[in-house]
């Protein structure tokens, strides 16, 4: 049997083992970690990479004495899993504003004007995250390419600033079977062309925020939620999807959101198509364009549907359950 000269064995205590990590994934492209804790801060994983342990037995902590900073910076073709990460052990209820100290960080340099150089498709599977000010899983800056996405799936994030971060300037990446939970957002999607499967965004301040109300960003949006949970949000009283300035439209299809309004402001070409519809469940809409709900179940209605300077939103087929009375305006 050969042996795992890639293996590292924890210590247990405070000592940093950032340096041991790059150490090793530079010379063999793979860290393996084995079970108990391991301090860890700014670790780079180098191109080609790949950073394991052996699931919730093996935590990567960020100190908090460390400020704002980044646990683990995924690089190109990387693969991150099996790993719990911690950004403080101590917190235990949602953040109240999203800060700078982030799990795992997949970041380039692209701006409006620059798009090269970009970090190149990587993965995260089976980490569970938490205690981050920032994202649990933050993507910045990667660029429009469509060969610069990450791919996440089998991850459970709480108690984080947004349990996923994604910047204007950052597209086609792909969740799937992800429970972002207890957060202050479940998601800040505020990239093009990103795309959530089988997701869980409940008990989150706010559920799922696209933010585009300043024109950051030309190609933000245009992407869809399917067969996700959008619940509880701000204890029943918050909001569950709020789109501001979204201009490139966005598809919603096979969601449930209960105990949780939708906001849309200044927004175009949004579809909510079969979707189904729970408790103290409010619509409003501002400004903007085409809105569509179609093919939808409510119940009981909405307590408000309200639409002001906006003569374009549409209820299709939409109906409570129990009686089938139509729903709209």
Known sequence: MCEMNYYLTSTNDDTDRTAEMRALLEQYGVCRLGVGSFVVNGLDMPDRSSLMGEGSATTLLLPPSQGEAYAVKIGSFCTVKDLCLQGDPEQQSRPTQVGERHGLL?????????????PRNSMVSGCFITGFSGGGITCRDTGYFTCSSLVVTNCHILYCGAGINISHFSE????????????????????????????????????????????????????????????????????????????????????????????????????????????????????????????????????????????????VNCYTRDTGEPVGI
């Open 172 to 315: 086609f990446h792909k969740f799937t079977n992800v429970l972002s939970e207890l957060n202050c957002y479940g998601c800040i999607n505020n990239g093009g062309n990103n795309v959530f499967t089988n997701c869980g965004f409940n008990d989150n301040t706010t559920g799922f925020l696209m933010d585009n109300s300043q024109g950051q960003s030309p190609n933000n949006s245009h992407g869809s939620m399917v067969g996700c949970t959008i619940n509880h949000s701000d204890n029943n009283n918050g909001i569950g999807i709020i789109s501001l300035g979204t201009k490139a439209g966005y598809m919603f299809t096979g969601c449930h959101v209960f105990f949780s309004k939708i906001v849309v402001e200044d927004s175009n070409g949004l579809v909510f198509d079969t979707m189904n519809y729970g408790r103290k469940v409010e619509i409003d809409i501002k400004g903007g364009g085409t809105v569509i709900f179609s093919n939808s179940v409510f119940r009981p209605a909405p307590d408000a549907i309200r639409v002001v300077d906006n003569d374009n939103v549409h209820f």
């Open 106 to 118: 997949f970041q380039g340099t692209a701006t409006l004007k620059d798009w090269s150089n970009q």
